[in-house]
């Protein structure tokens, strides 16, 4: 049996793992009242005037700053662990871990940048592998979302300050 055989066998056991981290996470939100899901891109910008948007490229993004998502906010607890154990996800969550700990890899996640934190379009079981894993960032190729919503006397306002978001 090869390397990546015995990884991903045992990436069964920590998707189990990770998706007990999601079930307390839920828990934990239930008891702190704070929303146990990620924040939708969506409704954060809802309102907000249409701004054009920045290509930054290819960045090393600090895990700790993806507080969102861009479609799939309720997949995911605040910490990118999985709240739902659909078959599906479930094997797409293994086969990325079994690339992150063979030292395959995996390509770049697609996040939206608002102000200092990011909002992930494509990648969401990537950044999910890496959360659990502890790894401080992440590659990402990065699209700044200006608003007026972000900048200057508004972010006291904005609700990303209210989720404790600096």
């Not at 920590?14 to 239930?30: L, N, P, T």
């Not at 702190?32 to 309102?47: M, Q």
């Not at 894993?133 to 590659?139: A, S």
Request: proline share 7%.
């Amino acid at each position: 049996m090869d390397l990546k055989t015995m990884i991903y066998i045992q990436s069964e056991a920590e998707f189990s793992r990770a998706r007990s981290k999601g079930f307390w996470d839920i828990k934990r939100s239930q008891v702190t009242g704070n929303k146990p899901c990620l924040l939708s891109l969506h409704e954060v910008i809802k309102g907000s005037p249409s701004a054009a948007t920045l290509n930054l490229g290819l960045q090393d993004v600090p895990l700790k700053n993806i507080v969102g998502s861009v479609g799939r906010a309720q997949d995911f607890t605040r910490r990118f662990m999985p709240r739902i154990d659909d078959e599906r996800d479930k094997e797409r969550w293994r086969i990325i871990y079994t690339l992150a700990v063979s030292g395959a890899g995996f390509p770049p996640v697609d996040v939206f940048q608002i102000g200092p934190v990011y909002f992930v379009q494509n990648g969401h079981h990537r950044v999910s592998v890496a959360s659990y894993l502890g790894w401080p960032t992440l590659q990402a190729y990065v699209t700044a979302l200006p608003s007026p919503l972000i900048g200057g006397a508004d972010l006291a306002r904005h609700p990303l300050q209210r989720e404790g978001v600096h």
